[in-house]
């Protein structure tokens, strides 16, 4: 969880101040709420609420006629028993997950502009925070699903988050690409660098992209999430092994049918990566698309 004052880079060349960070580890909600009200509580003025979530998703009533704020589910941050429970203890099915956040959870933090990272099995469940205050408010979330052999691998974490960590590390990872000489990598990372490049090109001359990603591009650090985020989107459009929409992150307001991820040459530019690490194969024809 991170307050934006301004923009920082991954180089460190800025000259603002760094912003607060707050990293938790399987926190409970009131642990959680805490740092949360926290950081809301200390962000300047002009600034964004940054929250980054990787948790295991929970599943919502299974009564059809709940549509509540917290009858969606949401992702449990800790599993850990509240004290004095019994070990065995019948849980009912009204009761809810004591250390679920749920998306009403954050309606509070809505009031300044928020910038939400979801990494989880129920992912898409944030997509149903409502703007109740007019700021800036994007959801950028993981795959819901991954495929069979994908979930087998899970040394080197999340595959969303690992795109959004190091795009190049996670496009090797879903080719099963091991050990790459270093002149390729580097290589390659020239590649990612001029297709980030080319993207936020893409970004700034777009007519039909929501206006409110726009609201945190100035900022460099969200910026690059979301140049990220469309890495992994094409990325995962045109490998062959993932087969439908559960396998694509999503995103609020949706960027799904927009000109940056339709765009032909970012497709081709994708793919050609795939040509300079010899995976060609695992990727679709940009015409198979069309």
Same mark, same amino acid.
């Given at each position: ?24 580890? $399987? +926190?409970? &909600? ?6 949360? /009200?926290?950081? =809301? #509580?200390?962000? *300047? ?66 009031? $300044? +502009?928020? &910038? ?6 129920? /992912?898409?469940? =944030? #997509?149903?925070? *409502? ?160």
């Amino acid at each position: 969880m991170t307050d934006r004052e301004d923009a920082e880079n991954g180089d460190r060349t800025g000259k603002r101040e760094n912003p607060h960070k707050y990293l938790l580890y $399987k +926190p409970t &909600f009131g642990q959680l709420f805490t740092f949360l /009200s926290a950081g =809301f #509580k200390e962000l *300047p003025p002009n600034a964004a609420l940054l929250i980054y979530l990787s948790a295991d998703g929970s599943s919502g009533s299974e009564r059809p006629e709940d549509e509540g704020a917290y009858d969606y589910g949401g992702v449990v941050t800790n599993n850990r028993r509240e004290p004095g429970e019994p070990l065995q203890m019948k849980r009912s099915h009204l009761l809810k997950e004591m250390h679920c956040l749920h998306p009403g959870d954050l309606y509070p933090f809505s009031r $300044k +502009p928020l &910038f939400l990272v979801v990494d989880s099995t129920n /992912s898409v469940v =944030f #997509k149903n925070v *409502p703007n109740l205050f007019g700021q800036p408010l994007v959801c950028l979330m993981s795959p819901t699903q991954l495929p069979k052999n994908l979930q087998d691998q899970n040394t080197k974490g999340n595959l969303f988050t690992l795109f959004m960590y190091s795009p190049l590390t996670a496009f090797c990872h879903v080719c099963d690409i091991g050990d790459i000489p270093v002149a390729l990598w580097e290589k390659c990372q020239k590649h990612v660098t001029m297709v980030t490049q080319e993207t936020a090109t893409l970004i700034s001359k777009s007519r039909s992209l929501d206006h409110t990603y726009m609201q945190f591009y100035g900022d460099e650090f969200l910026r690059l999430l979301m140049l990220r985020f469309v890495f992994c989107y094409v990325t995962l459009k045109y490998h062959r092994g993932f087969k439908d929409d559960t396998y694509y992150p999503q995103s609020h307001p949706e960027m799904k049918g927009c000109d940056i991820l339709e765009n032909v040459n970012l497709h081709k530019w994708i793919l050609e990566l795939a040509s300079i690490l010899d995976v060609r194969a695992l990727f679709l024809e940009v015409s198979e698309l069309e």
